[in-house]
């Protein structure tokens, strides 16, 4: 069973990972144990306190258009409760902060403690109460008309008011308990708070010895009380102005829906809402997201955006200060010491075989090839092991390869070198003379040692991934043809007919001239190993999705033997390097890489004394069509 490094070193953070959660763990429960008893004394009072301070900025919301100038409440509320206060957009950004102002800047809870957002405040409420209604939970018609009044112009008359509408409503108020003193009927009038004035008449009567006394506020005063104004309690024009569009909006919400309607009245005078068609009837979702979205929508050019709520410090306490402080590095290095012993343990099995590489890796600089590594295991280290070795024993091959490679290029260069250098000296010294002859003889090495160079630099190309190829739709019958033509008269000088057997057009896009390099090679191959009297064929056939291209003999053969390894570099079945057979034995190794540059293969099938047969197999259109 092949155990995977990955997964142990998973398995042992997870363990160190628990090991740490459970002590964490401990640690939290016994310290919030400890501090819960007190902090439950204080959160009763605590939650008082939070409930004004949401009030007040709920009230702040309600009469600003924006929180610009909220900083000072917040500095207020926070010096009157002693508790952090912080208003903050809903995207984060901060607004105003008690802590900041006073040059601190700790970090905010992770949670709100609650979302201030005048615009839809009610709305809320009023879908609760309007899901209760149709579950029979709550009686409709004035349980619903309660929900309706939370918007901020219906819950007070004085909502909105400006500064001159206020000193009418004083004028208004003095005005009324006048009237009720001339009739004899004590009454004051108080100008205090954001109500606006209130009149306060006492009723006469008493109650285990106390007077009873009435504040006249919205629909408190008989219908023909005299002395009381409508104009006191009337609504402000900026309240009456947020109910109209407020009513217009949902009107034309419902009208669109086609949803039955009616408009009721309420007190202060003026102001409207809508309201079911049939009032014993709990509002329509329709009706419900109309009248909602349409009393956002009023409000919003007239209060302050929705804001977020932080109270208190990020965390109620805080388990590394005090007596907990002990325990918590106690248990820190207790866990540290464990994680510690059990990595360096799993470590050094780790790094032993990695060393081992390493190790190997710096010989193998050095030079020495054969060095390898001991593999055991199976898991990724183990595969690392057998892909070093894997590497290494392919380096070792390549280098041998090339130590042969040097040594077949440097005879191959030889050869005609001293040969052209030989004549050329017998010439200066008058033993040969300079004839057409012996030029010619210097031309045909001349002409051996461009070959090989040129060979030598297809071969490079290949080797670098260079060899380029231009693609172009060729007739390859018509291609096999040629390159019979152009090898017919050395197969006539060595006494072989050379003929081509082709069935008509063969198209396919190739690079003709690698195409005919490549036939060509296998051509004069089998030329040069075919005795007088043989024969030579040239074949295009189609086969699947491209053409074969075959060059068969009927030559001495090659053996089974050499068969793998005739398209390497310099590897030659006739070792004689007789200046009638011996080639330089590039041939075959460029004639591979030119097939598949082409995308093709190249095979071949021989017996001894019978012959040979090549087969190029050339797909019709290897290349993509924009490059045909």
Same mark, same amino acid.
Request: hydrophobic share 40%.
């Given at each position: 069973m092949r155990r995977s490094v990955l997964l142990r070193f998973l398995g042992l953070s997870l363990a160190v990972a628990l090991g740490a959660v459970i002590a964490t763990a401990v640690i939290a429960t016994y310290s919030t144990s400890e501090k819960l008893q007190g902090e439950i004394a204080e959160n009763a009072s605590q939650l008082q306190t939070d409930g004004e301070i949401y009030s007040r900025l709920n009230e702040y919301a309600g009469e600003h258009p924006t929180w610009s100038g909220v900083d000072k409440v917040v500095k207020q509320l926070a010096d009157e409760t002693g508790r952090r206060i912080a208003v903050t957009d809903p995207d984060g950004t901060v607004i105003a902060d008690s802590a900041r102002l006073l040059g601190a800047g700790p970090e905010l809870p992770s949670m709100p403690a609650a979302t201030i957002d005048v615009r839809n405040e009610g709305n809320a409420l009023f879908t609760k109460a309007s899901a209760a209604m149709a579950t029979n939970r709550m009686p409709p018609g004035k349980a619903e008309a309660r929900v309706m009044m939370s918007a901020p112009y219906l819950m007070s008359p004085s909502w909105g008011l400006t500064d001159q509408e206020r000193r009418e409503r004083d004028r208004l108020a003095d005005q009324a308990v006048a009237c009720y003193q001339s009739k004899g009927t004590t009454a004051t009038v108080s100008k205090g708070g954001g109500e606006g004035p209130q009149v306060i008449v006492e009723s006469g009567g008493t109650v285990d010895g106390m007077s009873v006394t009435q504040v006249m506020k919205v629909g408190t005063a008989p219908v023909d009380d005299e002395c009381m104004p409508a104009e006191l309690n009337a609504p402000s024009a900026k309240a009456l102005m947020i109910n109209q569009d407020e009513v217009r909006r949902a009107v034309s919400c419902l009208k669109a829906a086609g949803e039955p309607f009616s408009l009721s009245s309420y007190k202060p005078a003026g102001l409207q809402t809508v309201v079911p068609a049939n009032t014993d009837q709990p509002f329509s979702q329709t009706m419900i997201e109309c009248t909602s979205k349409a009393r956002s929508d009023a409000l919003t050019p007239y209060v302050a955006p929705e804001a977020r709520l932080y109270l208190g410090a990020k965390n109620a306490f805080n388990v590394f200060s005090g007596e907990g402080l002990l325990r918590t590095a106690a248990t820190a290095l207790g866990v540290l010491l464990v994680a510690a012993l059990v990595m360096v343990f799993a470590g050094r099995r780790l790094v032993r075989p990695i060393l081992a590489l390493t190790g190997a890796a710096q010989r193998m600089t050095n030079g020495d090839h054969a060095t390898r590594v001991p593999v055991t295991g199976k898991d990724e280290v183990a595969r690392l092991g057998h892909a070093f070795n894997a590497m290494?024993?392919?380096?070792?091959?390549?280098?041998?390869?090339?130590?042969?490679?040097?040594?077949?290029? *440097?005879?191959?260069?030889?050869?005609?070198?001293?040969?052209?250098?030989?004549?050329?000296?017998?010439?200066?010294?008058?033993?040969?003379?300079?004839?057409?002859?012996?030029?010619?003889?210097?031309?045909?090495?001349?002409?051996?040692?461009?070959?090989?160079?040129?060979?030598?630099?297809?071969?490079?190309?290949?080797?670098? &991934?260079?060899?380029?190829?231009?693609?172009?739709?060729?007739?390859?019958?018509?291609? *096999?043809?040629?390159?019979?033509?152009?090898?017919?008269?050395?197969?006539?000088?060595?006494?072989?007919?050379?003929? *081509?057997?082709?069935?008509?057009?063969?198209?396919?896009?190739?690079?003709?001239?690698?195409?005919?390099?490549?036939?060509?090679?296998?051509?004069?191959?089998?030329?040069?190993?075919?005795?007088?009297?043989?024969?030579?064929?040239?074949?295009?056939?189609?086969?699947?999705?491209?053409?074969?291209?075959?060059?068969?003999?009927? &030559?001495?053969?090659?053996?089974?033997?050499?068969?793998?390894?005739?398209?390497?570099?310099?590897?030659?079945?006739?070792?004689?390097?007789?200046?009638?057979? &011996? &080639?330089?034995?590039?041939?075959?190794?460029?004639?591979?890489?030119?097939?598949?540059?082409?995308?093709?293969?190249?095979?071949?099938?021989?017996?001894?004394?019978?012959?040979?047969?090549?087969?190029?197999?050339?797909?019709?259109?290897?290349?993509?069509?924009?490059?045909?």
């Open positions: 290494a024993e392919s380096i070792q091959h390549h280098d041998h390869q090339r130590k042969a490679m040097v040594s077949d290029v *440097a005879h191959e260069l030889r050869t005609p070198l001293a040969n052209i250098k030989g004549y050329l000296v017998a010439s200066e010294d008058g033993v040969v003379a300079l004839d057409q002859a012996l030029v010619s003889s210097l031309l045909e090495e001349a002409g051996l040692l461009e070959r090989l160079v040129v060979d030598l630099q297809d071969l490079a190309l290949a080797d670098a &991934g260079k060899l380029r190829v231009h693609p172009e739709l060729r007739d390859l019958s018509e291609l *096999a043809q040629q390159v019979v033509s152009a090898h017919r008269p050395a197969a006539e000088a060595a006494e072989v007919t050379l003929i *081509a057997e082709v069935n008509g057009p063969a198209p396919a896009v190739v690079d003709n001239a690698r195409v005919r390099q490549a036939l060509g090679n296998l051509v004069s191959n089998a030329i040069r190993f075919t005795p007088s009297g043989g024969k030579v064929v040239v074949g295009v056939r189609r086969a699947g999705d491209g053409y074969n291209l075959t060059v068969v003999d009927n &030559g001495t053969g090659i053996a089974t033997e050499h068969l793998p390894h005739l398209f390497d570099r310099f590897y030659r079945a006739e070792h004689s390097r007789s200046r009638t057979t &011996g &080639g330089s034995g590039l041939g075959l190794a460029i004639t591979k890489h030119l097939v598949e540059a082409h995308q093709g293969t190249i095979a071949v099938t021989s017996k001894p004394s019978q012959g040979s047969t090549f087969t190029i197999h050339l797909p019709s259109r290897p290349f993509p069509p924009d490059k045909a």
